[in-house]
């Protein structure tokens, strides 16, 4: 009981706080040091959400859908309208994690961009499906981002930038590049200033227009490119050279869809792209080049055969 109630009272200062009612050093003495960081990071959520677009009347629906539907953990924030949209922020725009280690884990839904805003200032734009994680207390010290998928990166000068990923590393000073890593593939391109790249036991540095990939099985690849920034953040997904199952994994990725590839060949070289919000059109620019033809099943399931 006496657990609850404190409980209820931290809501009540955080929906006061979120209200303008009690300013930051007051909140910090009445709740935990750990919940006051934890608010912060809400409120820090609140905001990034105001710099996407605005809501459409649809969105607006779909965010008053999710605080009724609310799971229990956050449910119980929603003493107030400020708490009951900050906590829906979470859901549309990115989910939004505090680990036992004090780690935060941001993750990007299917065709969704979200863009995450860091301590310092930096700037992460994640592509569908895709997740970054990092620990906010020791961020002063330790500017080490974890990355699985892909994510556009604009680094605010400071120390030493660190993204992590399972197939290598990439560090900064205060740049602007794009990073790629999902099981077998790693690919870092360059759009401002000095990238340090760290693949296995080797070291790459990547200037401006410069680029380095690494698929399994295939040799490490350098390449020039032309592009001021990512053509994803665009609503475009474009390839160079790459085997097919990766065109077909972003697509599955951006569509919330699944393919049968059985009958195909996935090692098939494609260059091209497909546009973002239009499936009919994205399936029939990548498949329509390669004489593939496909049949939509149910549930999203698309057969692809020659």
């Known amino acids: 009981m006496e657990n609850q109630e404190a409980h209820i009272t931290s809501e009540r200062y955080l929906a006061q706080w979120l209200e303008g009612e009690l300013t930051d050093s007051q909140l910090e003495e009445l709740v935990s040091q750990k919940d006051f960081n934890a608010y912060l990071k809400l409120r820090r959520g609140i905001e990034i959400n105001e710099k996407l677009n605005g809501p459409t009347d649809q969105c607006f629906e779909k965010l008053n859908h999710k605080i009724a539907g609310l799971q229990p ?105 794009n990073v790629k890593s999902t099981d077998d593939f790693f690919e870092v391109v360059c759009y401002h200033g000095k990238v340090s790249v760290k693949i296995a036991d080797t070291e790459h540095i990547l200037l401006p227009t410069q680029s380095i990939r690494k698929i399994i099985g295939y040799k490490l690849e350098p390449n020039i490119f032309k592009e001021v920034s990512p053509t994803w953040l665009d609503g475009e997904s474009t390839f160079k050279s790459v085997p097919l199952k990766y065109v077909i994994t972003a697509l599955e990725d951006k569509y919330d869809i699944k393919f049968n590839t059985q009958e195909i060949d996935e090692t098939t070289i494609f260059s091209g792209g497909f546009p973002h919000g239009n499936l009919d059109i994205a399936l029939t620019t990548v498949f329509d080049a390669l004489d593939i033809s496909y049949t939509e099943k149910e549930n999203r399931n698309i057969k692809l055969r020659y």
């Open 73 to 177: 953990k956050t449910r119980t924030l929603n003493t107030t309208w400020f708490v009951g949209v900050a906590a829906s922020i979470l859901t549309l725009f990115g989910l939004f994690m505090f680990l036992d280690s004090d780690q935060l884990v941001v993750e990007s839904g299917y065709g969704t961009a979200t863009v995450h805003e860091l301590i310092d200032g930096s700037e992460v734009t994640l592509n569908s499906k895709s997740t970054i994680a990092y620990t906010p207390k020791q961020w002063i010290e330790n500017r080490t981002v974890d990355l699985n998928g892909e994510a556009y990166f604009k680094v605010a000068k400071g120390k030493t930038f660190t993204v992590r990923t399972a197939n290598g590393s990439v560090t900064v000073l205060g740049t602007q590049f």
